[in-house]
């Protein structure tokens, strides 16, 4: 149980277009989603909290224009990466919770690259 | 000083070895605690909770000391396929649910 998906793995895209990435649940229903991204070699860093139905929290530093969250039903939750630079390359992680499960299950993550 | 600091290691262990290691925080009235693996380019995987009283799954076991404020994972036996980034886990009390990972400590195992 608790499975998470993810999509797309892995895109390249131009600098300057807008990416899509989709966070679903597949076995549970989850009120809360959580965005993160990981430089290489680096800790997972939070980017926002996203519960359903609401607007997400943001971390401090992040940018809510650039970064736009969806959190539409129990089961999917979407970044959108608007105007990427080469600098928001980086492997972009969700994460899942419900009320009912102890801990966070993860996506597959996506790895972005901003030619 | 970061919320949650481990080790980068790496820590080089002969296969069917111990090897341990710690993860500190900073925050005291943190409340759950979790050991995730993560293995190179992937996402991480829930590894095991960590209870107050310790606890033990299989191979593995966890431990909480309050009063210094780390959490420990204890690898008995290692396998080659334990080689991996060990990540720490922590939930604040106020944070929704949102958890703290440490930058994770990387395990080797080596025949």
């Known amino acids: 149980g608790a499975v998470v998906s993810q999509h797309p793995s892995r895109v390249i895209c131009k600098s300057g277009t807008s990416v899509k990435i989709e966070c679903r649940s597949l076995?549970?229903?989850?009120?809360?989603m959580f965005w993160y991204r990981q430089f290489p070699k680096k800790s997972l860093m939070l980017m926002a909290t996203s519960n359903e139905g609401s607007k997400a929290t943001y971390e401090q530093g992040v940018e809510k224009d650039k970064f736009l969250i969806n959190h539409a039903s129990l089961t999917l939750s979407t970044l959108t990466v608007t105007s990427a630079h080469p600098e928001d390359s980086s492997f972009y992680i969700c994460?899942?919770?419900?009320?009912?499960?102890?801990?966070?299950?993860f996506g597959p993550g996506t790895r972005l690259t901003v030619l | 000083r970061k919320e949650v600091e481990q080790d980068p290691g790496p820590f080089n262990v002969p296969e069917g070895a111990t090897v341990a290691f710690n993860c500190t925080y900073s925050?005291?009235?943190?409340?759950?605690f979790f050991w995730y693996r993560q293995d190179c380019r992937k996402e991480p995987k829930l590894l095991m909770s960590?209870?107050?009283s310790g606890n033990e799954d299989g191979r593995f076991t966890a431990q909480l000391n309050r009063a210094s404020q780390y959490i420990s994972l204890l690898i008995r036996d290692s396998k080659l396929s334990d080689s991996a980034t060990y990540l720490c886990a922590v939930r604040p009390t106020d944070s929704w649910g949102k958890l703290q990972f440490g930058a994770g400590t990387q395990v080797v195992v080596t025949p």
């Open positions: 925050n005291s009235a943190s409340q759950s």
């Open positions: 076995d549970f229903q989850a009120t809360t």
């Open positions: 994460s899942a919770r419900s009320g009912s499960i102890f801990g966070q299950f």
């Open positions: 960590v209870y107050s």
